[in-house]
């Protein structure tokens, strides 16, 4: 499956950006599905992920009732709608998609997990 990720920009705090991961192949629907995210100078980390089996949803605690992680298997994408930003937000936002899905949390937070990568969309959030 081939990844590319949109929608990044500018944004003052306590705005809203949605990110978008469109994927091709017939399979989109079965594969896990994530973001992270790298800030300058740091590695990069887990965002929130989605499994299919169960429509479950994780989200690191730094997001959590922030951001949002949705898809839509008719159009094969994948979103993460952005609220409340902060400057601590800023990183370039990946979209990652793993097959066949992990289902123990710890592999679905770890970016090594992930077999498939998008280019990267920048996020910058000013004070």
């Known amino acids: 499956v081939q990844l590319q990720a949109s929608g990044g920009g500018l944004v003052q705090a306590g705005g809203s950006l949605r990110l978008s991961c469109q994927a091709s192949g017939r399979t989109f629907s079965r594969y896990g599905m994530a973001w992270f995210r790298q800030a300058p100078g740091k590695e990069r980390e887990f965002v929130a992920a989605?499994?299919?089996?169960?429509?479950?949803?994780y989200y690191a605690d730094s997001v959590k009732g922030r951001f949002t992680i949705s898809r839509d298997t008719s159009k094969n994408t994948m979103y993460l709608q952005m609220n409340s930003l902060k400057p601590e937000d800023t990183a370039v936002y990946y979209c990652?998609?793993?097959?066949?899905?992990?289902?123990?949390?710890?592999?679905?937070?770890?970016?090594?997990?992930?077999?498939?990568w998008g280019q990267g969309t920048l996020v910058t959030v000013s004070s």
């Open positions: 990652a998609a793993d097959f066949p899905p992990f289902t123990i949390l710890s592999s679905i937070t770890s970016d090594s997990s992930y077999d498939y």
């Open positions: 989605f499994r299919s089996s169960g429509g479950t949803e």
